[in-house]
């Protein structure tokens, strides 16, 4: 198998339909409207994450769950 078919799928916390009216919004300039319904977009996501640290949080609190050791990732090196 390759790498692709085994990494997970991925969720971009938008669906298709919401992602479709923001850039509809951006090509016909209504740029209030574009920013509202990224700000909603970009809100869902961060809520969706924040539940998810939640979750791991008191998981390690009341059920006393270990950690997972994440690598936290690496920025590339300037030259």
């Known amino acids: 198998m ?23 919004a951006l090509q016909q300039s209504n740029f209030n409207q574009a920013e509202k319904h990224f700000t909603d977009m970009l809100g869902d996501r961060v809520g969706t994450a924040l539940d998810q640290a939640r979750v791991k949080v008191a998981g390690q609190v009341y059920n006393d769950e270990t ?7 690496e920025e590339p090196e300037e030259e």
């Open 67 to 73: 950690p997972s050791e994440e690598e936290p990732e």
């Open 2 to 24: 390759s790498e692709v078919e085994n990494t997970p799928a991925v969720t971009v916390g938008a669906n298709k339909d919401e992602i479709e009216t923001f850039l509809d």
